[in-house]
T-cell receptor
Framework: DTGVSQNPRHKITKRGQNVTFRCDPI?????LYWYRQTLGQGPEFLTY????????KSRLLSDRFSAERPKGSFSTLEIQRTEQGDSAMYLC????????????FGNGTRLTVT | AQKVTQAQTEISVVEKEDVTLDCVYE???????LFWYKQPPSGELVFLIR??????QNEISGRYSWNFQKSTSSFNFTITASQVVDSAVYFC?????????????FGKGTTLSVSS
């Protein structure tokens, strides 16, 4: 078990470009979460998957954001037409299905939009 | 509405001092869970503890201890005999009873700097 893995670690892109991030959760975890963290703030919930089903989306997730988990394993988060305000650390976390088990976080993908 | 407040933005201590990080939460649910996470400079959030709303017993784990008081809606974290390796951002978080997602709501974090 290597923990939650996120790629890339860093991404610099120009405003207006599309970006995609990948998250590989802990293998036996069926629940996967995406969070966003900006400087000086705590992580903010974006969306949640149980297996391949996306069950919850935050109001923070504008229509430029889309997340998938096609086979219930890895997940991708795509941001279309990036804006400077999208610059943040994007964190992925997973947990198993036991009652309120803790989230295990990856190292995150730091996005910088220039 | 759920809310977690960590009023201390930054704390600086010298090694071997004790330090307490405050956390105050708001929720309408009677069943909820509280968490503390550590985020060292490397960036990865590390789970420290989970406490459910029905268990008000204080917990000690090595140099770490947690004081949960429902009467004041607080879940404070104390590090005894702090060390330089304790330097990190510490987040308190809340989740309500098991529902679809049960996403954690985080406070803004307290940055702890321990100097030698």
């Amino acid at each position: 078990d290597t923990g939650v893995s996120q790629n890339p670690r860093h991404k610099i892109t120009k405003r207006g470009q599309n970006v995609t991030f990948r998250c590989d959760p802990i293998s036996e975890h069926n629940r996967l979460y995406w969070y966003r963290q900006t400087l000086g703030q705590g992580p903010e919930f974006l969306t949640y998957f149980q297996n391949e089903a996306q069950l919850e989306k935050s109001r923070l997730l504008s229509d430029r954001f889309s997340a998938e988990r096609p086979k219930g394993s890895f997940s991708t988060l795509e941001i279309q037409r990036t804006e400077q305000g999208d610059s943040a650390m994007y964190l992925c976390a997973s947990r198993d299905e036991s009652y309120n088990s803790p989230l295990h976080f990856g190292n995150g993908t730091r996005l910088t939009v220039t | 509405a759920q809310k977690v407040t960590q009023a201390q933005t930054e704390i600086s201590v010298v090694e071997k001092e004790d330090v307490t990080l405050d956390c105050v939460y708001e929720t309408r649910d009677t069943t909820y869970y509280l968490f503390w996470y550590k985020q060292p400079p490397s960036g990865e959030l590390v789970f420290l503890i989970r406490r459910n709303s029905f268990d008000e017993q204080n917990e000690i784990s090595g140099r770490y201890s947690w004081n949960f008081q429902k009467s004041t809606s607080s879940f404070n974290f104390t590090i005894t005999a702090s060390q330089v390796v304790d330097s990190a951002v510490y987040f308190c978080a809340l989740s309500e009873a098991e529902q679809a997602g049960t996403a954690l709501i985080f406070g803004k974090g307290t940055t702890l700097s321990v100097s030698s």
